[in-house]
């Protein structure tokens, strides 16, 4: 079961990023949440926009590139509010009029609050000219590269890349190192800053031109931010679009800059924390497919649960818990389900084959639902593992079976012998017995395996079974004697011998051949009293001598007629046991006095 268990929590960790339509609804299902459930947070004290939209652009002399003297005079106008700190989100990779470039270039290089430009990484698509305009411009100021990092699988900013190949900072990384932010040495997953409401963004927005006749303290001590909002232009898809358009590349900034200044990481749950939660849910579908329910009632509760999971994980990011990615945890769980199911599907097939290879023609319909009802009980290992149980033993012989076997030829005598011993059989089953072997002609049954019997009143009831199975065998004799005789066939005689009591039993041999076999004193004494009745005159009927030791004859007394022989000493035992004869009273032409000549000894127990 841990097999199952680990298996299955590393194969949905790995489906979930390996698989991409798994690895797609994992983060869109994170997406929505940050979209739509996340917790309202203040609008962020530390971080304002300043943005040029398309209201911007139509007091400006220049469209693209912008207007080089209205961002100088932005600029001023921004450090004269005691702004902490400036990051420039346009790139300046071409010249325009060249007054109005020196003007921006010294209010950049000369301005009293620290100001950053944004450079392009090497495999930015930029031409030598635009490359080399953009060194020379910004090369004397603070630079930051501002490429994002887009999810190859569906193009979306989740993550944020600190440093370049070249080790080039961003520029929220350079900012929050100059405002005594916290910047990591790696990628980092963003975690989105929350809006007070619906209606209010994240961060204080101003349009470009409001920025002279704000009042001071809006901007004072903030990491100001200047950056384009315009249709079509330096729009991301984040997983904030999912609430409404695409998402304007300093907004995205302004995200990834207040998560330094404030030394945040994404509240989504670490790897190490994700395994155990798919772990856990794993063992819990492992557990829920051991419970044995109907196909019908797996299929609900599963699906109910899975939902209610989910539900739960969506409640707790919205109160202000961690991202839970639900995903790979739903995998497992379904996986999981499925793994134990299909498992204890082979097992049961495994389990069935070997019990039928045991018993499937040596018993009845309902000793065998009961086997397989109460297989838990005995199996152990794909096979019946070795129990301590009171049974009661048959034994049963041909009288005189030597002498017919050099009578017939061998095919007259195979055909003769498989009609008794199916006839036999059928005895058996049909008192709820079990055929163990056969040894030539010789039949082994017990009565009471391999389900334990709990409770004294089902011993005796095995007892009571198993002595009206050998009355029967006796009593089917007599059609079948009649039949051989009319094939030229010889009539028999049987006995049986019967014992009640402590038995080992379990399944012998190796992966060829196994048997489920009895070992104890049990079995022997039923095979011995087997053998004593060919020392006994009497007869239970005419064609049958059945001997009980006296532990079947406790049993039975009430409802069975005996005779009784007498204290014996039966070979390989020591002590002497007492033993009786079984008298079938159901064939009453056949006296008492011809079973044993003296009516007086007969006995009702």
């Known amino acids: 079961m841990a097999a199952i268990i680990l298996g299955t ?18 983060e869109t299902f994170g997406d929505l949440l940050i979209a739509h459930a996340s917790p309202p947070e203040p609008q962020h004290p530390g971080v304002a926009l300043v943005v040029l939209g398309e209201d911007s652009f139509a007091t400006l002399a220049c469209r693209s590139p912008v207007d080089r003297g209205f961002l100088a005079g932005l600029v001023e106008q921004l450090a004269a509010a005691r702004v902490r700190a400036i990051g420039i989100d346009i790139l300046f990779d071409q010249p325009t009029f060249p007054a109005l470039d020196e003007r ?54 989740r993550w944020h890349v600190p440093y370049g190949p070249d080790g080039t900072p961003s520029l929220p990384a350079q900012l929050a190192r100059i405002a005594g932010g916290t910047v990591p040495d790696e990628p980092f997953r963003i975690d989105w800053h929350g809006r007070p409401n619906p209606s209010t963004p994240p961060f204080p927005v101003y349009s470009a031109e409001a920025v002279p006749v704000l009042p001071k303290d809006w901007l004072a001590g903030k990491v ?22 695409s998402t304007p590349g300093v907004e995205i900034e302004a995200h990834i800059l207040a998560q330094m200044l404030d030394g945040r990481v994404s509240p989504r749950l670490s790897l190490g924390s994700e395994a155990a939660l798919v772990a856990a849910m794993s063992a819990a579908g492992v557990g829920l497919a051991m419970a044995g329910w109907p196909l019908w009632l797996l299929a609900g509760a599963s699906v109910l649960i899975l939902a209610g999971a989910w539900a739960g994980g969506t409640a707790l990011f919205a109160a202000g818990g961690p991202l ?77 079976f030597t002498t017919i076997c050099e009578a017939l030829e061998p095919e007259p005598l195979i055909r003769w012998l498989e009609g008794y ?37 089902q011993i005796d009831a095995d007892a009571e079974r198993a002595v009206q199975c050998a009355l029967q065998m006796g009593r089917e004799l007599v059609t079948l004697n009649g039949q051989w005789q009319a094939e030229g066939l010889p009539a028999v005689g049987i006995r049986v011998g019967l014992h009640t009591g402590p038995v080992v039993a379990g399944s012998l041999g190796g992966l060829r ?29 005419r064609h049958c ?10 049993a039975v007394r009430d409802r069975v007629a005996v005779l009784p022989v007498g204290e014996v000493a039966l070979k390989g035992k020591t002590k002497t046991v007492r033993i009786w004869l079984v008298v079938d009273d159901a064939e009453p032409a ?9 009516p007086a000894e007969k006995k009702k127990g």
């Open 224 to 245: 100001v931010l200047i950056g384009t909002a315009l249709a079509g232009i330096d729009q991301h898809r984040t997983p904030l679009s999912l609430a409404s358009s």
């Open 324 to 400: 839970v990615p639900l995903m790979a945890p739903s995998v497992a769980w379904l996986v999981g389900i499925a793994a134990m199911t299909a498992h204890q599907s082979l097992r049961e097939r495994a389990d069935r084959r070997v019990l039928m290879q045991l018993f499937a023609n040596h018993v009845s319909q309902p000793v065998a639902e009961e086997i397989w009802r109460e297989r838990a009980t005995f199996m152990a290992g794909n096979r019946p593992r070795p129990q301590q149980l009171t049974a009661t033993v048959l034994f049963s012989d041909i009288e005189g």
């Open 421 to 457: 011993l199916d006839a036999m059989v059928r005895i058996v089953t049909a008192h709820d017995g079990v055929v163990l072997r056969f040894v030539g002609d010789a039949v082994l049954a017990v009565f009471g395996a391999p389900v334990a019997r709990t409770t004294q009143a």
């Open 9 to 26: 929590a590393a194969l949905s960790l790995a489906m979930t990023r390996l698989v991409p339509p798994l690895r797609s609804a994992d």
């Open 590 to 598: 056949y006296s008492s006095s011809e079973r044993c000549g003296d």
């Open 104 to 157: 921006l270039h010294t209010a950049l290089r000369d301005s009293p609050v620290p100001v950053v430009a944004i450079t392009a990484l090497n495999h930015t698509p930029l031409t030598d000219q635009q490359r080399a305009f953009l060194d020379s411009f910004t090369g004397e100021l603070r630079r930051g590269h501002a490429n994002l990092a887009k999810d190859p699988l569906d193009a979306t900013v």
């Open 545 to 554: 001598k059945i001997i009980i030791g006296d532990p079947t004859y406790q």
């Open 513 to 541: 051949h196994t048997e489920y076999s009895l070992l104890g004193d049990t079995a022997n004494t039923a095979a011995r009293l087997e053998a004593h009745g060919k020392t006994v005159d009497a007869r239970s009927s």
